[in-house]
């Protein structure tokens, strides 16, 4: 995760300096996931913090936040009641942690929000004298036997990583023993595996400032010059002393940090870490906070669905037009009927076919004879032939080509995450439409399909190529129900039924789903297919998610957005 140690050190010194003993004015709820504070301190200041999984964070943004939810949850309900109309008195931060803890103080006491920046385990949660008032993701004991986050409950903090180093703890005998050991493993690897703090991004920045190669394996690099770099690093860390920045490709942030960065092109230092945040993430929350990233992805898969589409038609037309064929076939005929009546010699010979038609002009090699002519034309035109009865199966392969880079373009606008934003371009640069350096996007591994429980009906709805294949052959079993919108590309559904009659509310609300995550989302109403698991089949040599299905019965349904539950 780009949101490291290093980046929450800043934030915290950011906010301490600008926010500490101002006055909350405003707390909001701008997405199920997200909270925002507006702050005076001789100035107005705009606080965002998202547990979103796959874009946690908090950090000053540049706008006034809105707020984005009908009903307030019982968090936000807390965070108004105790919080709004105090005073932030200080931000901190657990060593080498991605957590910070923002302590308020009002007419109700003192109150710590706690912002675990933790990927899928991220989470926001209000304390009051160490146990848990509410908190944005609730965590049972059938979830976490070790660590429950539920109103009431102590606050216990995230476990310390276990194994790992403090960086400044190693001697240099201790640090050559580490790469001696790890030897043949790439550096920054080890570093990320064995000491605390240490991201990808700042473990290859080390790596490359040590050894000039961030690749390189651990065996080539010095210790004493990897412990120098360490040393220089994590002082500044410790120190406060931050030079924030980002890195730009083709106009596009492609990365952020609290410090210089050597080993990507194009970094330069901004006004402050929240700048840095800013520039990169675009809008706070919701789904349009991934609308520029997805601007780049969608004019490599327009110009691809461009050119195969230029294909199909250029097929079709070749399969339409026979004339070219029947004109190389009469050709030959002709030469062949008037082989006598041609002189030696001649460059071209007109003669008529048939009666009603006009003469044909055969273009002739003055070199060979009227019979060899003739035979050149024959072997063209069973070659033309040849051809031709290739062109339906092209035309099948482009078809479906073409069908799977509209399913691309079905994923890209349903993407919600940077995961599935990143799903589209792998599979664009994997099929060879990806023209140049990809952008790079932050990450959590791969996104996964929604589970949805309804009645006790368990809904897995695939929102791309890849999680449609999961859903339908890996989630669904021949018994299971099986629903697509009709006509168009989009998301696989599947209800959990093992052949259980489903109640009629329960598949509509499944067929919302199926509706929703596809092209027909902005239309009332939309008609989608279901049938049973068993009749799906995959396309031969189609993409992940092409499948071909029967047995259908289409429903009517209005697209609608179902909470994912996990």
């Not at 402050?272 to 520039?279: K, N, P, Q, R, V």
């Not at 897995?460 to 009709?486: C, S, Y």
């Not at 006509?487 to 109640?503: D, F, M, S, T």
């Amino acid at each position: 995760m780009n949101y490291d140690v290093f980046t929450t050190a800043a934030v915290v010194a950011e906010l301490n300096d600008k926010l500490r003993s101002g006055r909350v004015q405003d707390t909001l709820e701008i997405g199920d996931q997200a909270l925002g504070f507006e702050i005076y301190e001789r100035m107005r200041y705009y606080l965002l913090l998202t547990a979103d999984p796959r874009a946690a964070r908090v950090h000053l943004v540049p706008d006034r936040l809105r707020r984005g939810v009908e009903q307030p949850s019982p968090l936000g309900l807390m965070l108004r009641r105790y919080v709004e109309g105090g005073k932030l008195i200080n931000v901190s931060q657990p060593p080498y942690e991605r957590v910070m803890h923002l302590e308020f103080e009002s007419g109700e006491g003192q109150f710590i929000l706690v912002a675990e920046i933790m990927d899928k385990r991220s989470n926001l949660l209000l304390l009051r004298d160490g146990v848990i008032m509410d908190c944005m993701r609730r965590v049972g004991a059938d979830e976490n036997r070790v660590r429950v986050s539920l109103p009431g409950h102590p606050y216990v903090p995230p476990p310390a990583q276990a194994n790992k180093k403090l960086p400044l703890s190693l001697s240099t005998e201790e640090l050559a023993a580490l790469l001696d050991i790890g030897k043949d493993k790439q550096a920054w690897k080890l570093l990320t595996e064995t000491l605390l703090g240490f991201s990808p991004m700042l473990a290859r920045e080390v790596i490359y400032r040590a050894a000039g190669d961030v690749l390189a394996k651990s065996a080539v690099v010095d210790p004493d010059m990897l412990q120098q770099v360490i040393a220089e690093m994590i002082g500044a860390l410790i120190n406060n002393q931050f030079e924030s920045g980002v890195t730009e490709v083709d106009g596009a942030v492609t990365s952020f940090s609290a410090y210089e960065v050597t080993h990507l092109p194009g970094w330069h230092s901004v006004g402050d870490i929240s700048e840095a945040l800013a520039l990169f993430y675009g809008a706070p929350v919701g789904e349009e906070a991934y609308e520029a990233a997805k601007q780049p992805v969608y004019a490599q898969l327009n110009e691809a669905i461009a050119k195969v589409s230029g294909k199909l038609d250029s097929l079709q037309r070749s399969y339409r037009d026979d004339s070219e064929r029947e004109r190389l076939r009469k050709s030959g005929e002709l030469l062949l009927a008037y082989q006598y009546q041609i002189p030696a010699g001649q460059s071209s010979y007109k003669a008529q076919y048939d009666f009603d038609e006009p003469e044909i002009e055969i273009a002739l090699d003055p070199t060979m004879s009227a019979i060899d002519n003739a035979k050149r034309y024959f072997e063209r035109y069973e070659k033309a032939k040849r051809a031709a009865a290739e062109v339906p199966a092209l035309i099948q392969e482009t078809e479906t080509e073409l069908d799977f880079l509209k399913q691309l373009e079905s994923d890209l606008k349903t993407a919600a995450n940077w995961s599935e934003i990143g799903e589209v371009q792998d599979t664009l640069q994997d099929r060879g439409y990806w023209r140049g350096q990809k952008t790079s996007r932050p990450g959590a591994g791969k996104s996964m399909p929604i589970k949805a429980l309804v009645d006790g009906f368990t809904i897995w709805v695939g929102r791309n190529a890849r999680q449609n294949e999961d859903v339908t052959f890996g989630k669904g079993t021949p018994d299971d129900t099986w629903l697509h919108i009709r006509g168009l590309p989009g998301a696989h559904v599947i209800v959990k039924n093992n052949g259980r009659p489903i109640p009629p509310h329960v598949l509509q609300k499944a067929g919302a789903l199926a509706a929703y995550y596809s092209p027909a989302r902005e239309e009332g109403r939309a008609l989608v297919d279901v049938t049973e698991r068993r009749h799906v089949r995959k396309i031969k040599g189609g993409g992940p998610g092409m499948v071909t299905y029967r047995n259908e019965s289409p429903i009517e349904v209005v697209p609608a957005k179902e909470s994912p539950t996990s």
